[in-house]
């Protein structure tokens, strides 16, 4: 047993050197082709335009752990944002209660995804598909389909630190990154979002109840889709209806390019984290590469049906592994 | 065995590694000469467009190149596009993308006529030019936030009004007409329907209904063949862009009523072309889309070079008529002759 942890050990080392590796490679190539991404402008650049992916990777790296996924996060952190603007501009409240407001509708998205979803057993994917709808329509007939500026009073939360350059979004992310990484390896909860999503019958039938589980998963998705629209709000200084258009996409791909696997039981969030960053910097490095706008996406496109064929492996490999064990027993 | 599964493991990732570094080197390839240009000191100007994918834009870009290519002694170009109309967080990575390559000037059509006035002001700080093209933003926030930035482009409103006034003529007071809205959210469609209005107003025509058909064709099929049903005395669409004027001449076709109702657009775009010289549609308005951005990069030059202060300019709108085209071809044959 003890040589089976150390295997396992190992295994994960090399998976993170993988990405790592992939990273600090383009990181390489780039500095070398380009003249301005190895620069502290740049980097900071780099640092703030991660904020929103890297919250909405989280909470769905815990939806996919569990074999859900979570299609509404786009529009839910378009709602979020407008409903932070009207309740501070037409409501007239002050910034940080339309901030909370906003948190606790996203949250409230979140919960009614999860519970529907539990209690008539419809798969998330229909169930977050609704909501999209839902959140979008609601989100429009709010705002007018108009945006709807808010003003320096909510710009302040979304300016960059003097002296660092980087804003306090950035901060906010990585400390979630962490705390849910925690939460994922270290406590009981983690592991029984991991057991639900390799097998929730078992789970059940050990006595454990999952509903609870997975509806507080899916409030949390809920509550990161609404940081990420507070984010971009105070980025802009205005709650904007179009805001978050394909974001669900982007956590998704950045997830899975982590090694997260779709049919759940496995995950990382440091990894989607690690995958967040591959994204931004190929988009980046791209950018300053002048590629045109059609060959970014055929690049990023590759990348992402990679790292699925790459989960394809890893998954053979884990199944391998285990007739040797039995093979071996 | 386990030699084998350690194999399997590290193999993926060096995949990924080789496929990184070939797909980065093929990016690299092409472009190698626009990054040793980066050192010669001409002025560096970024065109931060909406959606490439959309005609007016590609075109308006294709334009900006040509304008380039034509006076690369003068200046660098770097076009970059957004994936869909709406993509504002995108845009605004784009611009400070910009900004980090430490650009001369931005020459933007912004997503969004009020978010993206941030990093504009930011762009701007860091002592890049922002010229805003196509789609004019939010005079109230830009004063609330304490930046000018001018805005180089037609007046939609005038050229509307130009349109309508020349349909107008062919009317008589009291007339029914019908105006088919662009999105009702977009600058350009509100200052077109007022400048319709306006001619409307002017004329004394009766206006009896006013849509949105959403500039789509196929909507603008529908809405006019509704309006048409409910007025059958109507006499004249007055479409804000040309794709719905062509809608509203199929409506038009299938009713019957070819040459008893008029039909004027906007944009002058070639597929409405074969229509105007058949007189089917009266008229339309051309505001020179290909040349739309190169305006906006012929300011920012000019403002690099003598540090004027920045003022919005405006940009021709030319109506459009069967008789231009003849006109067109009558001076083509003069020249040639």
């Known amino acids: 047993m003890p040589t089976g942890e150390k295997n396992r050990i190992s295994g994960w080392v090399i998976d993170y050197l993988g990405l790592i590796g992939v990273l600090l490679l383009m990181v390489l190539v780039f500095s070398w082709k380009t003249e301005y991404f190895w620069t502290m402008g740049n980097l900071t650049n780099i640092a703030n335009k991660i904020p929103e992916n890297t919250v909405v990777a989280v909470g769905m790296t815990f939806v996919l752990i569990i074999g859900g996924i979570d299609l509404s996060v786009g529009a839910v952190c378009a709602l979020v944002g407008m409903v932070t603007g009207v309740a501070a501009v037409n409501g007239n409240l002050p910034v940080p209660v339309a901030m909370l407001l906003g948190l606790m509708t996203g949250v409230f998205c979140g919960l009614i995804n999860g519970m529907i979803s539990e209690r008539w057993r419809i798969p998330s994917?229909?169930?977050?598909?609704?909501?999209?709808?839902?959140?979008r329509g609601s989100e429009l007939l709010i705002s007018n389909s108009e945006s709807l500026h808010i003003g320096a009073n909510i710009e302040y939360w979304g300016e960059a630190i003097p002296?660092?350059?980087?804003?306090?979004?950035?901060?906010?992310?990585?400390?979630?990154?962490?705390?849910?990484?925690?939460?994922?390896?270290?406590?009981?909860?983690?592991?029984?979002?991991?057991?639900?999503?390799?097998?929730?019958?078992?789970?059940?039938?050990?006595?454990i109840r999952s509903t609870p589980v997975k509806v507080g998963v899916f409030a949390f998705c809920g509550f990161t889709a609404a940081l990420a629209g507070l984010m971009k709000t105070c980025q802009t200084g205005t709650a904007d209806p179009n805001i978050g258009e394909g974001l669900e996409l982007d956590a998704i791909a950045a997830v899975v390019i982590g090694g997260t696997s779709l049919m759940g039981g496995r995950g990382s969030v440091l990894k989607s984290f690690l995958g967040v960053l591959i994204i931004a910097v190929l988009d980046s490095g791209l950018v300053q590469m002048l590629t045109p706008d059609a060959v970014k996406r055929i690049v990023t496109g590759s990348a992402i049906v990679l790292a699925v064929i790459l989960d394809g492996y890893r998954q053979q490999f884990s199944v391998k592994n285990l007739f040797a064990k039995q093979l071996g027993s | 065995m386990r030699i084998d599964l350690y194999a399997l493991r590290v193999r993926p990732s060096l995949w990924l590694l080789c496929l990184s570094l070939f797909l980065v080197g093929c990016g690299g390839e092409g472009e190698q000469s626009a990054d040793h240009a980066g050192q010669t000191g001409k002025p560096r100007i970024a065109l931060v467009m909406k959606s490439l994918a959309n005609e007016f834009f590609s075109t308006m870009a294709s334009g900006a190149e040509a304008h380039q290519s034509q006076h690369s002694d003068q200046y660098e170009l770097l076009v970059n596009g957004i994936k869909n109309e709406k993509d504002v967080t995108r845009q605004i990575q784009l611009v400070e993308e910009m900004m980090v390559q430490q650009v001369d000037a931005i020459v933007i059509a912004p997503a969004d006529s009020k978010s993206l006035i941030n990093v504009c002001r930011r762009a701007i700080e860091s002592g890049i030019v922002v010229i805003n093209i196509d789609n004019?933003?939010?005079?109230?926030?830009?004063?609330?936030?304490?930046?000018?930035?001018?805005?180089?482009?037609p007046d939609n409103k005038a050229g509307a009004r130009?349109?309508?006034?020349?349909?107008?003529?062919?009317l008589k007071a009291e007339d029914e007409v019908a105006l088919l809205e662009g999105i009702s959210t977009a600058y350009n469609a509100q200052q077109r329907k007022a400048g319709f209005e306006e001619a409307i107003n002017t004329a004394s025509l009766n206006?009896?209904?006013?849509?949105?058909?959403?500039?789509?064709?196929?909507r603008a099929n529908k809405v006019a063949?509704?309006?048409?049903?409910?007025?059958?005395?109507?006499?004249?669409?007055?479409?804000?862009?040309?794709?719905?004027?062509?809608?509203?001449?199929a409506a038009v076709r299938t009713a019957g009523k070819l040459g008893q109702v008029q039909i004027v657009g906007f944009d002058n775009i070639k597929a409405a072309r074969e229509a105007i010289l058949a007189g089917d549609i009266l008229a339309t308005a051309d505001q020179h889309g290909d040349q739309l951005a190169v305006y906006g990069i012929e300011y920012a030059l000019q403002v690099i070079k003598e540090g004027a202060k920045p003022s919005d300019k405006e940009t021709p709108v030319d109506l459009i008529t069967k008789a231009s085209f003849t006109e067109k071809q009558a001076n083509e044959k003069q020249a040639v002759e």
């Open chain 2, 136 to 153: 004019k933003l939010d005079a109230e926030v830009l004063q609330e936030q304490g930046v000018q930035i001018p805005f180089v482009g």
């Open chain 1, 163 to 207: 002296g660092i350059g980087i804003t306090p979004a950035f901060f906010v992310a990585a400390l979630l990154v962490i705390l849910a990484q925690i939460v994922l390896t270290k406590t009981v909860y983690g592991r029984y979002m991991l057991a639900i999503g390799d097998n929730e019958e078992a789970v059940r039938l050990s006595g």
């Open chain 2, 162 to 170: 130009k349109v309508g006034e020349y349909l107008a003529a062919q």
């Open chain 2, 225 to 249: 063949a509704d309006i048409m049903t409910r007025q059958p005395e109507l006499k004249a669409f007055f479409c804000s862009n040309d794709s719905m004027a062509l809608g509203a001449l």
């Open chain 2, 207 to 218: 206006l009896v209904a006013s849509q949105s058909a959403d500039w789509e064709m196929d």
């Open chain 1, 125 to 135: 994917f229909i169930v977050t598909l609704g909501m999209l709808e839902i959140a």
